[in-house]
């Protein structure tokens, strides 16, 4: 079965620095990744998808992410980060399996300061 | 025009009283969900429907029952309320299951009191 491990639950980072937030997948078929953005009270908005073309995928926003099939990775990037980034982040698989769902990791949720 | 909406996006209620919550996409996709999102920000899937059909009921309580009269409706019924079911609910959709990405209605913040 699919899942999604993402670590640390909580990062900082200064504004203009780089922002590496991690996302690591299991499945036991070719995945499809996604990171979604939520912002406080809003729902879920996607920033990329991985669906097996490029394996450097650009999202909105700035942001983008490289799916490494030797280390299960999909870790999300932005060289610069704004304070507009702080928000929660969520990476997610798809049960692509035909059980017709998607698994969310635990959410990241990330802080600017100024 | 919002691709997915649910109303209404808050809901203060007492506890054993019954609810329902509306989910309506535009966005002429097959499959509907509903996730659960708890105090920890954790997402959890509750139901799918594919073409009005239930796929996944994921070991949800019967007191919570989904209905899609249509394609593009899913609506949530919730009966005797209780204090563990105040949580976020979010109305999904998407094409092709899996394949493509899901939209996500703004959510409802239920609060059992």
């Known amino acids: 079965a699919q899942s999604v491990t993402q670590l640390g639950s909580h990062v900082s980072v200064s504004e203009g620095a780089l922002v590496l937030l991690r996302c690591n997948y299991s499945?036991?078929?070719?995945?499809?990744l996604f990171w979604y953005v939520q912002y406080p009270n809003q729902g879920l908005q996607l920033l990329l998808k991985y669906t097996s073309a490029a394996t450097l995928v650009k999202g909105i926003n700035g942001f983008e992410a490289e799916f490494k099939k030797s280390e299960t990775s999909f870790h999300l990037t932005k060289p610069s980060a704004h304070m507009s980034d702080a928000a929660e982040y969520f990476c997610a698989v798809s049960d692509n399996s035909g059980t017709y769902k998607y698994i969310f990791g635990t959410g990241t949720r990330l802080k600017v300061l100024a | 025009d919002t691709a997915v909406s649910q109303t209404p996006k808050y809901l203060v209620t007492q506890m054993g009283n019954d609810k329902s919550i509306k989910c309506e996409q535009n966005?002429?996709?097959?499959?509907m969900y509903w996730y659960k999102q708890d105090s920890k920000k954790f997402l959890k899937i509750m139901f799918s429907y594919n073409n009005k059909e239930l796929i996944i009921n994921e070991t949800v309580p019967n007191r919570f029952s989904p209905k899609s009269p249509d394609k593009a409706h899913l609506n949530l019924h919730i009966n005797s309320l209780e204090l563990g079911d105040s949580a976020v609910y979010f109305c999904?959709?998407?094409?092709?299951?899996?394949?493509?990405?899901?939209?996500f209605g703004q959510g409802t913040r239920l609060t059992v009191v």
């Open positions: 499945s036991s078929v070719p995945p499809y």
């Open positions: 966005l002429g996709h097959d499959t």
């Open positions: 999904a959709s998407s094409h092709q299951q899996g394949y493509t990405e899901a939209f």
